[in-house]
């Protein structure tokens, strides 16, 4: 007989909607193939193979099903799929950032515009952002084959189709450039930035994360090389955005990052305050064994911030 735990993690955002653990019966009920992949474990509940990918893709299907109003969402195999929980934490805390300046509600819908550097094939933020919020999003990144995707996510659930345009980044070198138009003004960005500076560096992590699983083939969520890796890593990322965040202070209000590194936050901290910010603020954000932050930087002025219209 299996047990329903539904023991709260305390870790999550207040409003995450997955605090709780996964009802597998809602979920297959949502997605019918998820059934094939739920199992009872050592421990009387119920829950799939972490280590498989079409198991984790299945949950994220019925999840964002479920939970997101999505009619239809795939990736093409060997990229990543992202763990839901986490994700929606960023995009909570974001709304919590943006109410802060806005006498302490949450500001919504379309008028509330996120560009999101590096979409991936998932469309992950843009979908969550947009179901919780009702905000808008641009979406960019180098990968065409990713931009493609998404368009079909997009084209095949119709509530997106007006809340999210895509851009391809015709300079991998550059993050903001011919993204950010003189006219536009973000609420924020959002970005996952690539955690590795070499192939073989992510390839090693990989082989190293699937073993722990439990998985010795070696597969695992996937990734490409532009979502798994950069020259300089994490660190040169983020890095590349802030200085050229220098050139877009008017046009957004909150430029944010995840930092997945706590050794890169005094760096981070170092270049905010050479290059001039007005405020920084950063969020630790805790998925059970994963550990992260948010790292936000405005170069906006209190009084800039307070006539800022979300509207």
Same mark, same amino acid.
């Given at each position: ?9 305390? !870790? ?28 009872? !474990? ?14 984790? @893709? ?15 969402? /795939? ?13 929606? /934490? ?93 006219? /536009? ?65 008017? !046009? ?37 064994? @994963? ?21």
């Amino acid at each position: 007989m299996k047990q329903k735990k539904n023991t709260e993690k305390i !870790n999550l955002h207040p409003r995450n909607l997955h605090r709780t653990r996964y009802d597998f019966e809602k979920l297959s009920f949502a997605l019918p193939e998820l059934k094939s992949f739920v199992f009872i !474990n050592e421990h009387n509940t119920e829950t799939i193979d972490f280590s498989e990918p079409e198991a984790v @893709k299945a949950l994220n299907k019925a999840i964002l099903i479920s939970d997101y109003g999505i009619t239809s969402w /795939d990736i093409p195999s060997d990229y990543l799929c992202p763990p839901i929980p986490g994700r929606a /934490d960023y995009v909570h805390y974001i709304a919590d950032i943006l109410a802060e300046s806005n006498n302490g509600v949450i500001p919504t819908g379309e008028n509330v515009v996120g560009l999101d550097i590096g979409i991936g094939a998932n469309c992950i933020y843009p979908i969550m952002g947009n179901a919780i919020y009702d905000w808008s999003f641009v979406g960019t990144d180098i990968d065409e084959k990713a931009i493609q995707n998404c368009k079909k996510i997009i084209g095949e659930n119709p509530k997106l189709i007006e809340a999210i345009s895509l851009q391809l980044q015709i300079e991998p070198r550059f993050i903001f450039k011919n993204i950010i138009l003189p006219e /536009d003004k973000f609420a924020f960005t959002i970005c996952n930035p690539p955690f590795h500076s070499s192939q073989q560096e992510a390839s090693k992590t990989s082989e190293r994360k699937t073993t722990n699983l439990g998985n010795p083939s070696g597969q695992n969520f996937g990734g490409q090389n532009t979502e798994l890796w950069c020259t300089g890593g994490e660190i040169g990322f983020i890095t590349q955005m802030m200085y050229e965040s220098v050139k877009f202070p008017l !046009n957004c209000f909150w430029f944010t990052t995840l930092v997945s590194k706590k050794d890169n936050l005094r760096t981070i901290y170092r270049t905010l305050n050479k290059i001039g910010v007005i405020e920084i603020k950063t969020i630790e954000m805790n998925q059970g064994q @994963k550990i992260s932050r948010l790292v936000a930087w405005t170069f906006l002025s209190k009084q800039q911030q307070h006539d800022w219209k979300f509207e």
